[in-house]
């Protein structure tokens, strides 16, 4: 089952604006996590947001997570071209073993 | 460097073969899992282990199986291969407990095509 869901679908944005994208999910959390993929490729891990905490950062990247609306988003700061990828949300239930991961939201940066 | 391996790329394989993906971790990781990811449907969990010898169902097992011998080797079988099971298989492991507090480790994914 699907519990996080990301905002857009697809976005695209001229390189050197900001990006923005959203995930909202349905349970309780010990944490969430955003992963990045590159076409054809396997997933990397970016940046984890504790369900105590409100918001982290990572170089250009800026996680908020709101639990008591149930959401999260992730900030790409001064888009470059590499940045063009799809990127997913993931949580970490309370009580669960394994991750859920959203649709993805797919991002491309036009120089 | 840390990291996952999946043992192939890219494999095409018969309708009814038995097909075996090998996806090895060098961290000493004790979780290890196998998705499958369609478009428009994500990522999906089929199989996870949460330690040696053991495994548990994810979403959608129905069609195959696992084996976890030995702590760094999780391996997923398509027991008769079919044509809907064409697809990015991704293998990912993560350190037990605390791990929780860092990401999953992915392999680069096998593209299985089944004809």
């Known amino acids: 089952s699907q519990q996080g869901e990301e905002d857009p679908q697809a976005l695209s944005i001229q390189e050197g604006e900001n990006a923005t994208m959203n995930c909202s999910y349905k349970?309780?959390?010990?944490?969430l996590q955003w992963y990045r993929q590159n076409s054809g490729r396997g997933l990397v891990h970016l940046i984890l947001?504790?369900?105590?905490?409100r918001e982290k950062h990572s170089g250009r990247l800026r996680v908020t997570l709101d639990t008591s609306k149930k959401s999260s988003s992730l900030l790409i700061t001064a888009s470059r071209a590499a940045d063009t990828a799809s990127y997913f949300c993931?949580?970490?239930?309370?009580?669960?073993?394994?991750?859920?991961f959203g649709q993805g939201t797919r991002l491309t940066i036009n120089p | 460097d840390v990291k996952v391996t999946q043992s192939s790329r890219y494999l095409v394989k018969r309708t009814g073969e038995k097909v075996f993906l090998e996806c090895v971790q060098d961290?000493?990781?004790?979780?290890m899992f196998w998705y499958r990811q369609d478009p428009g449907l994500g990522l999906r969990l089929i199989y996870f282990?949460?330690?040696?010898?053991?495994?548990e169902k994810g979403d959608i097992p129905e069609g195959y199986s696992v084996s976890r011998e030995k702590k760094e080797r999780f391996s997923l079988i398509l027991e008769s291969a079919s044509t809907n099971q064409t697809s990015m298989y991704l293998c990912?492991?993560?350190?037990?407990?605390?791990?929780?507090?860092?990401?999953?480790?992915f392999g680069s994914g096998t593209r299985l095509t089944v004809v």
């Open positions: 349970t309780s959390i010990n944490n």
């Open positions: 993931a949580t970490d239930a309370l009580g669960a073993q394994k991750l859920v």
């Open positions: 961290m000493d990781h004790e979780n």
């Open positions: 282990s949460y330690d040696v010898k053991m495994k």
């Open positions: 947001i504790r369900s105590n905490e």
């Open positions: 990912a492991s993560r350190m037990a407990g605390t791990g929780r507090n860092y990401g999953y480790t």
